[in-house]
């Protein structure tokens, strides 16, 4: 099993685990993680991009209420 194949499985799993648990998971985050697998995005480009992500996203929640 290459590197990349294993990594889909990671995706998959995780995609799994997270819905039988009612987690849910955005489009976003499920894109970074598929390009992440696909060998696209490395480790650390993976998570600064879902960092930032959710830095926006608490920021809206502040501001929100």
Same mark, same amino acid.
């Not at 819905?19 to 490395?42: C, K, M, T």
């Given at each position: ?8 499985? =990671? ?25 992440? =697998? ?10 600064? =991009? ?16």
């Amino acid at each position: 099993m290459t590197m990349q194949q294993k990594r889909v499985a =990671a995706v998959k799993t995780a995609d799994a685990i997270n819905a039988i648990e009612g987690v849910p998971v955005s489009e976003y985050a499920r894109e970074l993680s598929y390009r992440w =697998a696909r060998g696209e995005l490395g480790d650390d480009d993976m998570l600064s =991009a879902l960092l930032e992500s959710h830095k926006k996203l608490a920021e809206q929640v502040r501001r929100n209420g």
